[in-house]
């Protein structure tokens, strides 16, 4: 599955040790340019993923979550991989596609790469701060009826690290009241679960992410 070096990594099921490959941030990489369809769009999505990955690790730091740390920052750098199919040459989206797609498509793509579903269900599960079967139905989205709900720490966290950000143009960091904004135009009940995981993983210094990046904080 892939290329570059790959670490061990252990999950326990019931009394099953299971044992899971990691891949590197090299390979990862590689897996991006695969995908994209040219350099802005990587440039795009890979930054992203880097925010998201600083976000979440920042919090596991500075609040001492139990988190795996290097599961982590492989579905953070992984999470979005299903958005390069969504883009043409020319850098924009392709005609007749609705971005909440991503999440399925990078599903697909890390099943065909090999993925365990450890790993895949970081795509198909980070969207918005959650999307259930009623969601899909009530809101016509273009997707397969299931329930796309983050379950694990990681997935969790990573999910809510993600909402830190936005690949607008331009990009801009978004602040916890910001996106809580955002989001209640979807309901009140999203409203809870977005506080609910802020109390849960705590609030990140977007200011130390402003200035590596260099993006406005709104």
């Not at 500075?62 to 390069?84: E, F, K, P, Q, W």
């Not at 989205?141 to 997935?155: F, K, S």
């Not at 331009?170 to 999203?190: H, I, M």
Request: glycine residues 8%; hydrophobic residues 35%.
């Amino acid at each position: 599955m892939g290329t570059g070096h790959w670490s061990p990594h252990w999950q326990c099921y019931c009394a099953t040790i299971v044992v899971v490959n990691l891949p590197s941030t090299q390979s990862i990489k590689a897996l991006h340019h695969k995908y994209s369809p040219c350099d802005e769009v990587f440039d795009l999505i890979w930054q992203h993923s880097c925010i998201v990955r600083d976000v979440a690790l920042q919090l596991i730091d500075t609040n001492s979550l139990g988190v795996d740390t290097d599961l982590v920052r492989v579905g953070s750098m992984l999470h979005d991989i299903g958005a390069y199919p969504l883009f043409g040459t020319d850098g924009t989206l392709r005609a007749g596609v609705n971005y909440i797609t991503h999440g399925v498509e990078g599903e697909t793509i890390l099943k065909r790469e090999g993925y365990p579903e450890s790993i895949w269900r970081f795509a198909s599960h980070h969207t918005g701060v959650g999307l259930t079967k009623q969601d899909v139905i009530s809101q016509k989205l273009p997707l397969p009826i299931d329930d796309y709900l983050a379950e694990t720490e990681a997935e969790l966290l990573i999910m809510y690290a993600d909402k830190f950000h936005s690949k607008t143009t331009p990009p801009y960091l978004n602040s916890f009241e910001w996106y809580k904004g955002d989001v209640s135009r979807f309901g009140a009940d999203k409203v809870a679960k977005f506080e609910k995981l802020a109390q849960k993983f705590g609030k990140p210094d977007l200011e130390i992410l402003s200035k590596k990046y260099g993006y406005d904080i709104r």
